[in-house]
């Protein structure tokens, strides 16, 4: 056991005997979303995993301990900013746990911590990933790396619309990372289930990812891999729409000089309010989406397990 770490009894129990357990990350409730509806939708997804059959584990740093499973006050705390928590990435790991500080945690950091704590498998909203113009910024995301080094399975609605998509595939291709379409056969663009971007490998029921997670781990074939989910049908918006909203983000973003970890905190919540709150919506259906699917493909692994 990591001594920085710190395991709630329900999530150390499930663990113990081998139950299906799902990780969820604490950047979308403290950065991602507004004040109360980031505190009721991170209830809402711990329930729709509950309901499947798993137990959920939110992941966040608090006094530099890293925390596997939440409170409900500390749900609140994070949603609610009392904590004031920085948000946190792999090179930050180090710094907020040494300055006994608090954390939120993105996709790659949820999945580092995840992995101490022997939990495979992780739902959450969009994945980072190559951001517009990075041929000229190199901005991408560390997300991209952690797919290539972490054992985790994430669950998502494919990579955030304010990225570049096609870029952000062929970056998970060099890195040997599988992109799995779960009951489609194009990269969902987040806000829309329709991208352009066509992926190579498509499953039909979470058995079938399962299986395919269990012939790559027990290959010993080292990180995690891409499970992508698209946005349920009667919550998607139109390409046309988002890409528009984000276009003006976008613009308005390099009038701001607005650089780093700030990006796509500002991008999101100005397309919240360019589409009039659409977005967030839409934003709060496929986080739940996700966190049923992934603990489905849980509990499906669990099973193949214990064969």
């Given at each position: 056991m990591n001594p920085y770490l710190d395991i709630t009894e329900e999530v150390a129990d499930a663990l113990h005997a081998g139950l299906p357990v799902v990780a969820l990350e604490s950047t979308i409730i403290s950065h991602g979303m507004p004040w109360p509806r980031n505190l009721e939708t991170a209830l809402a997804v711990e329930d729709a995993i509950r309901k499947e059959g798993a137990v959920p584990a939110t992941i966040a740093i608090i006094n530099g301990r890293l925390k596997v499973g939440l409170s409900r006050e500390e749900l609140t705390l994070f949603s609610n900013s009392s904590l004031h928590p920085a948000k946190v990435s792999r090179r930050d790991l180090p710094i907020v746990v040494a300055q006994n500080g608090n954390g939120a945690t993105t996709v790659a950091?949820?999945?580092?911590?995840?992995?101490?704590?022997?939990?495979?498998?992780?739902?959450?909203?969009?994945?980072?990933?190559?951001?517009?113009?990075?041929?000229?910024?190199?901005?991408?995301?560390?997300?991209?790396?952690?797919?290539?080094?972490?054992?985790?399975?994430?669950?998502?609605?494919?990579?955030?619309?304010?990225?570049?998509?096609?870029?952000?595939?062929?970056?998970?291709?060099?890195?040997?990372?599988?992109?799995?379409?779960?009951?489609?056969?194009?990269?969902?663009?987040?806000?829309?289930?329709?991208?352009?971007?066509?992926?190579?490998?498509?499953?039909?029921?979470?058995?079938?990812?399962?299986?395919?997670?269990?012939?790559?781990?027990?290959?010993?074939?080292?990180?995690?891999?891409?499970?992508?989910?698209?946005?349920?049908?009667?919550?998607?918006?139109?390409?046309?729409?988002?890409?528009?909203?984000?276009?003006?983000?976008?613009?308005?973003?390099?009038?701001?000089?607005?650089?780093?970890?700030?990006?796509?905190?500002?991008?999101?919540?100005?397309?919240?309010?360019?589409?009039?709150?659409?977005?967030l919506e839409t934003n709060i259906a496929l986080v739940i989406n996700n966190a049923h699917l992934a603990a489905r493909i849980a509990i499906a692994y669990e099973q193949m397990s214990e064969k």
């Open positions: 950091s949820t999945m580092i911590i995840a992995s101490m704590a022997g939990i495979r498998f992780f739902a959450t909203g969009g994945i980072g990933g190559v951001h517009r113009g990075a041929e000229l910024t190199w901005d991408i995301s560390a997300d991209l790396d952690e797919f290539a080094r972490t054992d985790v399975a994430v669950v998502c609605a494919g990579a955030k619309a304010i990225l570049d998509l096609a870029k952000t595939m062929e970056y998970l291709e060099t890195k040997g990372v599988p992109v799995i379409g779960y009951r489609t056969s194009e990269l969902p663009a987040f806000y829309s289930r329709e991208s352009g971007v066509m992926l190579s490998q498509r499953a039909d029921d979470p058995m079938e990812i399962a299986r395919l997670l269990h012939a790559k781990w027990s290959l010993g074939l080292s990180g995690g891999a891409v499970i992508a989910n698209p946005v349920p049908i009667e919550y998607s918006m139109t390409k046309n729409e988002i890409d528009a909203a984000i276009e003006q983000a976008l613009e308005e973003l390099a009038e701001k000089r607005i650089k780093g970890a700030a990006v796509t905190p500002y991008l999101l919540a100005r397309v919240a309010e360019i589409t009039g709150g659409d977005s």
